[in-house]
Nanobody, 124 residues
Framework: QVQLVESGGGLLQAGGSLRLSCAAS????????MGWFRQAPGKEGEFVAA????????YGADSVKGRFAISRDYAKNAVYLQVNSLKPEDTAVYYC?????????????????WGQGTQVTVSS
């Protein structure tokens, strides 16, 4: 089992950048595929990015490719989402998630553990 705690959200203007962090508890961090999802007000949640257990492969939604980057630090049991060139439509609650075993997917229902979320608000 793993517990996830996100941080780093905030209010910023379009074009800005920030780094979201997700701290994972437990000593088995390396066995989880880690992902970021987001949910905007009044909209369904959507996949943002994911990184494999060994960190060798990353995946991103088309809407964020070239602007967002996911990474993980095994020494700190953490995963990060660097978000650049923010747009108002990026405004959402961002959630960190962990998937135990299997292959990467962008389907939220396949992820086993979730954090409480961190709010990102982008003004125009």
């Amino acid at each position: 089992q793993v517990q996830l705690v996100e941080s780093g959200g905030g209010l910023l203007q379009a074009g800005g950048s920030l780094r979201l962090s997700c701290a994972a508890s437990g000593r088995t961090f390396s066995i989880y595929i880690m992902g970021w999802f987001r949910q905007a007000p009044g909209k369904e949640g959507e996949f943002v990015a994911a990184i494999t257990t060994d960190g060798g492969s990353t995946y991103g939604a088309d809407s964020v490719k070239g602007r967002f980057a996911i990474s993980r630090d095994y020494a700190k049991n953490a995963v990060y989402l660097q978000v650049n060139s923010l747009k108002p439509e990026d405004t959402a609650v961002y959630y960190c998630a962990a998937k135990s075993g299997g292959l990467y997917t962008d389907q939220a229902k396949t992820y086993d553990y979730w954090g409480q979320g961190t709010q990102v608000t982008v003004s125009s």
